[in-house]
């Protein structure tokens, strides 16, 4: 298949140490490997380093939209409530369209493994036909929030426009309605 028929999923770390290079960033690695369990068709990954801070984490995400032309992106880190946690607020310069729907069940159902889901931050939103998704730092609260709100991903990427996805049934029952 050519490669301007497949999706193009960005990750993008935010994070000081790792872009520096003082850290390994196993929080991409992260959603990397659970993108590749999840879905059946094949995709083409876009991943980025930046640091802390909103002028560093919008310009990479408008980059990514534009240049790179992404279908969808993961943040991962900066949704704490630190003073160099700005992933939200960088996010919603970038974004045309909130869908705070996301945010919304990730820390309900980070809540069900640890009282400080209430610290997260996380949203998500469109820029044109791309949809963006802020995920914790930590891998395992990774996983727990991709199972939740991916399901509704494939659809939302129907609706805005993007490139197809086809899910793995048997890690991901993504919901699209009967034509």
Do not use: H
Not at 20 to 34: L, M, P, V
Request: hydrophobic residues 40%; proline residues 7%.
């Amino acid at each position: 298949m050519p490669d301007n028929l497949l999706a193009r999923i960005g990750v993008l770390t935010i994070s000081d140490r790792a872009s520096r290079g003082e850290y390994e960033d196993i929080s991409g690695k992260a959603i990397n490997d659970f993108i590749g369990r999840a879905l059946r068709s094949n995709w083409v990954a876009v991943v980025r380093i930046v640091a802390d801070g909103t002028d560093s984490v919008a310009q990479a995400l408008i980059d990514m939209v534009e240049r790179e032309d992404c279908d969808l992106i993961f943040t991962t880190g900066g949704t704490g409530p630190a003073p160099r946690d700005l992933t939200p607020e960088a996010t919603r310069m970038v974004i045309t369209r909130e869908l705070e729907g996301f945010g919304e069940l990730m820390r309900r159902i980070s809540l069900e493994q640890v009282p400080t889901a209430i610290l997260s931050r996380q949203t998500a939103g469109t820029r044109g036909k791309c949809l963006i998704v802020n995920l914790p730092g930590r891998p395992s609260a990774i996983d727990i929030c991709l199972n939740a709100v991916f399901p509704a991903i494939p659809y939302c990427l129907d609706l805005i426009g993007a490139r197809r996805i086809e899910v793995n049934p048997d890690v991901c029952a993504a919901f699209r309605p009967a034509p």
